[in-house]
C-alpha cells in the first residue's frame, strides 16, 4: 500500500511518518528532499507492506500558489492530508490540494497535527470536521509528539480505505465484463418438455 504523506511545509510529516515507523518522536528532523520507506504492519490481522513517500513541498512556495503534487499523487494508492491545527495557511494549503485532485484520484485521509499545542491552536476541530465531511473521508487530530497508537490509527484507516477502494474496483470490473453475458435463468429443460 503506497501512501503519499502530504501538506505544507512544517506540518509535521516527517514526524508522523517517523512515528508510524520507529514509534519514536524526532524533533528535529533536517531533511531537503522527499523520502521514501518501507515497513511492514499488521492491519485487521492482515500483514501489509507499506510504501511511504513523506513528501517536501517548497519552503518558499508561494501561499496562493496551487499546490502541485501531480508525480506524489499519481505514484499513491492513499494520501495522508496533514495540516497543522497551528498554522491557518497549512489548512488552507489542503484545501487547495485537494481542490487540485482529479476526480479519480486516491483515497485521502484528513490529520490535523501538533495537538499537544492547545494554546496555538487556529483551526477548531469543528472546520476539521467539515473539512472532511466535505472531502467525504476520515479525520482525526493527533500529536506526533505525544501519540503513538492515534498516528499508527492514521495510517491503519488509510491503508483500510485502500483496500476497500480495490475491493470496489475490483467488483466495478468483474460486474463490468459479467454485464456482457446474458444471464439465464433455469427453466424446464428441453428434456422435460412435450417431445412435439
Ligand atoms: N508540538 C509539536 N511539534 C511538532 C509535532 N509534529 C512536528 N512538530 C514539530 O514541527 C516541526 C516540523 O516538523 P517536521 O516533521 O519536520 O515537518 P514536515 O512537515 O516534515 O516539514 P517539511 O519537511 O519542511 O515539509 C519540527 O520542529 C517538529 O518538532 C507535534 O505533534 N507537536
Same mark, same amino acid.
Request: aromatic share 6%; charged share 40%; net charge negative.
Given at each position: 500500500v503506497k501512501i503519499a504523506v502530504i501538506?505544507?511545509?512544517?506540518?509535521g510529516k516527517s514526524a508522523l511518518t517517523v512515528r508510524f515507523l !520507529?514509534?519514536?518522536?524526532?524533533g528535529e528532523y533536517d531533511h531537503h528532499s522527499e523520502n521514501r520507506y518501507r515497513h511492514e504492519a499488521v492491519v485487521d490481522n492482515e500483514p501489509v507492506l507499506f510504501e511511504i513517500l513523506d513528501t517536501c513541498p517548497k519552503? %518558499? /512556495? %508561494? /501561499? /496562493?500558489q496551487v499546490t502541485n503534487q501531480t508525480e506524489a499523487v499519481q505514484w499513491a494508492d492513499g494520501l495522508l492530508l496533514v495540516y497543522s491545527i497551528t498554522d491557518r495557511r497549512s489548512f488552507n494549503y489542503i484545501r487547495r490540494t485537494r481542490a487540485n485532485l482529479? !476526480?479519480?484520484s486516491p483515497p485521502v485521509v484528513l490529520v490535523g497535527n501538533k495537538v499537544d499545542m492547545i494554546h496555538g491552536r487556529q483551526i477548531s476541530t469543528e472546520e476539521g470536521e467539515i473539512l472532511a465531511k466535505d472531502f467525504e473521508c476520515k479525520f482525526s487530530e493527533v500529536s506526533a509528539a505525544e501519540h503513538v497508537g492515534q498516528v499508527a490509527d492514521t495510517f491503519h484507516d488509510l491503508c483500510r480505505e485502500v483496500l476497500a477502494a480495490r475491493r470496489k474496483s475490483k467488483q466495478s470490473l468483474l460486474d463490468r465484463m459479467l454485464g456482457g453475458t446474458r444471464v439465464y435463468s433455469r427453466g424446464k429443460s428441453d428434456s422435460a418438455l412435450p417431445k412435439d
Open positions: 501538506g505544507a511545509p512544517g506540518v !520507529t514509534k519514536r518522536y524526532i519552503a %518558499d /512556495e %508561494d /501561499e /496562493e482529479q !476526480t479519480d
